[in-house]
């Protein structure tokens, strides 16, 4: 079956402009959880949803980063006025139901602001 | 605060070495959850093993085992005889219910395998 798949994989963007990050999660996985993950680095906790409901958004660095899962499947992370600082790899995840289950990622989206 | 440490930044062996990669984890919880990853060269993070803190019966899967020691907070994770496939970086990663069941990492180990 289908993995967990994230578009683009590669996105070079200017800063101030704002860029969208799709996921589309494994078929009939309830949870969606968005990383960051910088070289060197383990991917850091954003934020996760159960079906459409976002349960903790604490890792959000600051109010330009939202994300919405508004049907319970696909999942968008928005940056707004993105700055350099931003650029890294972006993972999304699923699981069955809740993080005491495994997660499965995405191949990941590459952020470069110039 | 739920942490996860490894300590190892870096480990180098041989091919046919047996090598120990070390994880200590910090949680207020007494339930929770531990789990390994492993991200070769080419990027993506691939699944390993979860272990509920309750279970603290050690597995082995192939070439591969783990070591669960609630007693020292620790979930090491060792390769026999390892491979130049094993090359790529660990990572070892905790959830609690006390944050949330959020999925906390730790900054990984890269390990390398030399013929």
């Known amino acids: 079956g289908a993995g967990v798949s994230q578009s683009p994989r590669y996105k070079v963007t200017k800063r101030g402009q704002d860029v969208a990050l799709r996921c589309d999660p494994i078929?009939?996985?309830?949870?969606l959880y968005w990383y960051r993950q910088a070289l060197g680095q383990g991917p850091e906790f954003l934020t996760y949803?159960?079906?459409?409901?976002?349960?903790?958004k604490s890792g959000l660095p600051n109010d330009r980063f939202s994300a919405e899962r508004p049907e319970g499947s696909i999942s968008t992370l928005t940056i707004q006025r993105t700055e350099q600082r931003d650029s890294a790899m972006y993972r999304c995840a699923s699981s069955p139901s809740g993080s005491s289950y495994e997660q499965y990622f995405g191949p990941g989206t590459r952020l470069t602001v110039t | 605060a739920q942490k996860v440490t490894q300590a190892q930044t870096e480990i180098s062996v041989v091919e046919k070495e047996d090598v120990t990669l070390d994880c200590v984890y910090e949680t207020r919880d007494t339930t929770y959850y531990l789990f390994w990853y492993k991200q070769p060269p080419s990027g993506e993070l691939v699944f390993l093993i979860r272990?509920?803190?309750?279970?603290?019966q050690n597995e082995i899967s192939g070439r591969y085992s783990w070591n669960f020691q609630k007693s020292t907070s620790s979930f090491n994770f060792t390769i026999t005889a390892s491979q130049v496939v094993d090359s790529a970086v660990y990572f070892c990663a905790l959830s609690d219910e006390y944050n949330n069941n959020d999925m906390r990492f730790g900054a990984g180990t890269r390990l390398t395998v030399k013929p």
């Open positions: 949803f159960n079906y459409e409901a976002q349960q903790d």
């Open positions: 078929s009939g996985h309830v949870s």
């Open positions: 272990r509920n803190s309750f279970d603290e």
